[in-house]
């Protein structure tokens, strides 16, 4: 039996991106991922990733960022961690 939430919730397919192994969130229009889970950061130059692109990496330490932003291209990706300021 399932629980009922009071939120939306994304499950995720499993996708295979450059050898990795991601869970992809959100895709868009082109197909592109939007948002992204998995214990490997992709790495750079893969394609499939919008620029922009979220991915949250499941596998860090305390007191690591777990969040990455693709500011490359949807054709060559470059994904680069968010800190706080």
């Keep these: ?3 009922i939430f009071d939120a939306i919730q994304l499950g ?4 295979l991106k ?3 192994r991601i869970k992809t ?3 868009d229009d082109l197909g592109d991922i ?3 889970t998995g214990t490997t950061v992709p790495t750079n130059a893969g394609v499939g ?3 922009g ?13 777990g969040l990455y932003c693709n ?3 949807r054709l060559s990706c470059e994904f680069t961690a968010i800190t706080q300021g």
């Excluded at 995720?12 to 996708?15: E, I, L, N, T, Y």
């Design 12 to 15: 995720g397919v499993p996708d």
């Design 18 to 20: 450059g050898g990795q």
């Design 53 to 65: 692109c979220l991915f949250i990496d499941t596998n860090v330490t305390t007191g690591t960022t």
């Design 71 to 73: 500011k490359g291209t």
């Design 25 to 27: 969130l959100i895709y």
């Design 1 to 3: 039996m399932s629980e």
């Design 49 to 51: 990733f919008a620029k």
């Design 34 to 36: 939007l948002l992204a």
